[in-house]
């Protein structure tokens, strides 16, 4: 099986001094762009840096049941969850082991979006048996930038044009960047400001 690059590896590809590239996920993907990583720490922890988090697992849960799935398989509630909010959990098996972690984005009544770093999609449907749910593997179809840093807000708000001071953490919104519709979430783990389109 052959590597998979990002849709944004034609631009990011030719960035990397070094062409140092690991595996992720299927993907070949930069270590790091320049030949030491220390401007690219000082950059996120003074300004800002961007990832391409492509190669994250992501999966659109939808229907009458999607809810009760996701309940049933993460420790977080995802009934008192709000339209427009993130939320970080563990999933556990039916013995309480956590298998991975992750983000289940709530975008509407019926509708989520959960991203994890390991393939889930077998045991989500497992869990799903007898419940009016249907669960797509959007993986390939939804590219992911994460944007991290002090300056996030800022070149963010540039470049989808609109004001994103009132987004809260783990919370999300649409916007538009360049005429291409995305959602951008409050969210990341570098531990500073940062969000994910």
Known sequence: MSLRTTPFHPRTGP????????????????????????????AIRNAAALFDVSPLY????????????????????????????VLYTPW????????????????????????SADPTLRWLHLNASGLEVTIQDVSESTAAVSLQGPSS?????????RDLSGLKYFRLTSAKI???????SR???????????
């Open 58 to 85: 992501k999966y659109l849960v939808t229907g009458k049941g999607a809810a009760r799935l996701l309940d049933h398989v993460v420790t977080r509630n995802i009934g008192k969850a709000k339209v427009g909010q």
């Open 153 to 161: 807000r800022e070149i963010l708000q540039i470049a989808a044009e």
């Open 92 to 115: 556990c098996d039916n013995e309480g082991k956590q298998i991975d972690d992750g983000t289940i984005s709530v975008l509407g009544e019926q509708t989520f979006r959960m991203t």
């Open 178 to 184: 360049r005429g291409v519709p995305v959602t951008i």
């Open 15 to 42: 960035l990397s001094e070094g062409q140092a590239w690991r595996r992720w996920a299927g993907y070949v993907v930069a270590s790091s762009y320049e030949l030491s990583h220390d401007r690219e720490y000082h």
């Open 187 to 197: 969210t990341g783990y570098t531990g500073d400001l940062g969000y994910e389109v």
